[in-house]
């Protein structure tokens, strides 16, 4: 709903606090104490919602560079669109969603344009698999309003997920080979091997920085320009965000210590890296848990 892993655990403690101010009144042959707390939830991310703007990817504010070189300003002022790590999640129903690929980035990145009340009416029942009518009780409305909330909000989905082929399924020993075969060529600053396990139309973005690469050719240019920029001297430690793939970069400091840079999540197609997302956030690492530096 909220795209930001800091406002969901804000969120988390209000629906805690709504729920235990309001459990008196809580009656469990109205309800089960799950659509209960989920109703309470939603309510609580709506009225968050009010008046915010949606938290993009830079891929969804403009056209991708042609310019390896050009500077990388952070925008700070934009509410960027935030990964989550996957041990986080639990058990179910966060653990099945992030299976079906309803908790992968690409897919909570489409979700933010849409309406708060579509969002809403959209995770109950598409990605929660609550009944409309039911759907319609959490959120005070009726079922008509609900289906035809239901059906604009699949349209404008599709509109904002044209650009988004999906994600083919891999086993995990294939993902991790996949992800191991690219740390290595990240490691070794090898950007002919890092190329070859892209996908042809591979993408690359690094929130809050709003400037994103579009195409394989581009992709190994932007990696040569950073390992002229930054040096060649890495380390990278696999992670998981979102349900997908990820890995922790570290770069050789004057101190000779290894310090985090950036925490970077995959979309893999077909066997290879279809997109990869670079997160630079100090906040963000703290949250993964993710060690400041790395001894020599």
Known sequence: MLGSLHDAEDLLQETLLRAWRAFDSYDERRAS?????YRIA???????????AHRPLPSGLAGPSDDPEQPLHPALEVPWLQPFPTPALGGDPAETLSVRGDLR?????????????????????????YPAAEVAEMLDTGTAAVNSALQR????????????????????????????????????????????LLTEDAALEMPPVPVWYSGRSAYARFMEHLFRMRGRDWRMIPVAANGQPAAVAYLRGEDG??????????????????????????PLFAAFGLAAALAP
């Open 33 to 37: 104490l799950p659509t209960w707390l």
């Open 153 to 196: 909000a699949r349209v404008r989905l599709a509109e904002a997920r044209a650009g988004d082929p999906g994600s083919a399924e891999l086993t995990d020993p294939e993902r991790r080979a996949l992800v191991e075969r690219y740390i290595a060529a990240f490691e070794s600053a090898d950007v002919g091997a890092i190329t070859r």
């Open 105 to 129: 980035l690409a897919f909570v990145a489409a979700m933010q344009y849409l309406p708060a009340r579509q969002r809403a009416v959209l995770l109950l029942h598409e990605v929660l698999e």
């Open 257 to 282: 210590a290894y310090h985090v840079h950036t925490l970077q999540v995959f979309d893999v197609r077909d066997g290879r890296i279809s997109r990869n997302t670079v997160f630079m956030s100090p």
């Open 42 to 52: 939603t309510n609580a991310c709506l009225t968050a919602l009010e008046g915010r």
